[in-house]
Nanobody
Framework: VQLQAFGGGLVQAGGSLRLSCAAS????????MAWFRQAPGKEREFVAA????????YYADSVKGRFTISRDNAENTVYLQMNSLKPEGTAVYYC???????????????????WGQGTQVTVSS
C-alpha cells in the first residue's frame, strides 16, 4: 500500500491539528496503521496505532488523552486528531502500515513495511 500524509502546519501550544494519511491500493483495510514522529536529532518514535478494523487503538503514554487515531476504510484514510499540542510535539509525523496484528502499543518502525513521506508539525510556545 502506498501512503501520503498531509495536514501538518504551525500551531500554538494548546492548539489542535488533524493529520490525514491517504492510502492507495485495495489492501488498505487489511493493514494495521500507525503514526510515528521524528524530531530533529532524535529517533523515530511511536505515537498511535489502530487495528485493521478500527476496533482497537493504541497510544504512546505521552499523547494518550490528547490524540485520537481513527480510520475510514471506505475512504482508504487514517487520521490523527491532535489536541492540546505541546512544543515537544514538534516533529515530522509519518503514517505507516503493517500486516501485523495484536498489541501494537509502542511498536517499532521496523515492524512497518509501508511509509508515507511525512508532514511537518511545528508547535510554538
Amino acid at each position: 500500500v502506498q501512503l501520503q500524509a498531509f495536514g501538518g502546519g504551525l500551531v500554538q501550544a494548546g492548539g489542535s491539528l488533524r493529520l490525514s494519511c491517504a492510502a492507495s491500493g485495495r489492501t488498505f483495510s487489511s493493514y494495521s496503521m500507525a503514526w510515528f514522529r521524528q524530531a530533529p536529532g532524535k529517533e523515530r518514535e511511536f505515537v498511535a496505532a489502530i487495528s485493521w478494523s478500527g476496533g482497537s487503538t493504541y497510544y504512546a503514554d505521552s499523547v494518550k488523552g490528547r490524540f485520537t487515531i481513527s480510520r475510514d476504510n471506505a475512504e482508504n484514510t487514517v487520521y490523527l486528531q491532535m489536541n492540546s499540542l505541546k512544543p515537544e510535539g514538534t516533529a515530522v509525523y509519518y503514517c505507516a502500515g503493517t500486516r501485523l496484528s495484536g498489541n501494537l502499543k509502542d511498536s517499532r518502525p521496523y515492524e512497518y513495511d509501508s511509509w508515507g513521506q511525512g508532514t511537518q508539525v511545528t508547535v510554538s510556545s
